[in-house]
């Protein structure tokens, strides 16, 4: 399986003055470029070559690892952002209400978090496996499929990110990107999550076997 430089969800110039072009540029045409092609240079002819990025991010280590995971988080990051109104959904915010106390103590926090991130990472918010929203940060390439969560949002803070238009000014960075969060984009990994563990539920009531395994988790 050859891995494929997504294109962005948006023209270069569209989440401008808050990231600029030639930012894109360099983010996404240069830096995620080099882990899918150096991805696919350390997968070839190996058992990775035939798994997808999360089969490959759950089982190996060092530079696979590395690459796989950053060209995941990107493409979560990118497709986590759009120059478009957009508004968390009721199912959001009412998880957001009861995890966070409210949309503004979650983006406060979160913020917090990343701001704080010593060196290279990503924060992220993701959801566990009993339906519990969980606000987490990983150095380097880390993510929340380490945890056995599902993704739902992410912000990079590596510095190629935000350097060109920001400097080394994280905080204002992460405030603007704060107005280009995709909510509908979030709100539908939410409904993913939910739909699939109501599938889940509902054999409960005709496999036993099944149910224990979902009583498990």
């Not at 983006?107 to 990343?114: G, I, Q, R, S, W």
């Not at 566990?128 to 945890?147: C, I, K, M, Q, R």
């Not at 984009?185 to 939410?190: A, H």
Request: hydrophobic share 40%; net charge negative.
């Amino acid at each position: 399986m050859k891995h494929i430089l997504m294109d962005l969800p948006f023209d270069e110039n569209a989440l401008e003055p808050y990231i600029s072009s030639e930012t894109l540029q360099y983010h996404h045409g240069k830096h995620h470029a080099a882990y899918i092609n150096n991805l696919n240079k350390l997968i070839e002819d190996t058992d990775y070559a035939n798994m997808n990025l999360e089969e490959i991010i759950l089982s190996a280590d060092g530079g696979v690892f590395n690459n796989a995971a950053q060209v995941y988080n990107h493409n979560f990051y990118f497709y986590g952002m759009t120059h478009k109104t957009s508004e968390p959904s009721e199912a959001l915010v009412t998880l957001l209400d009861r995890d966070f106390g409210s949309v503004e103590a979650f983006k406060k926090v979160f913020l917090k978090t990343a701001a704080g991130l010593f060196g290279s990472g990503w924060v992220w918010l993701s959801i566990n496996d009993t339906g519990n929203l969980v606000l987490e940060s990983f150095s380097n390439a880390g993510n929340p499929l380490l945890s056995k969560h599902t993704p739902l949002l992410t912000c990079d803070v590596w510095e190629h990110a935000y350097y060109v238009d920001y400097r080394n000014a994280r905080p204002k960075y992460l405030e603007k990107w704060w107005g280009l969060i995709n909510w509908d984009f979030v709100s539908g990994n939410l409904d993913l999550f939910t739909n699939n563990h109501d599938n889940m539920a509902d054999l409960c009531h005709k496999d036993d076997e099944i149910c224990d395994y979902v009583d498990s988790i």
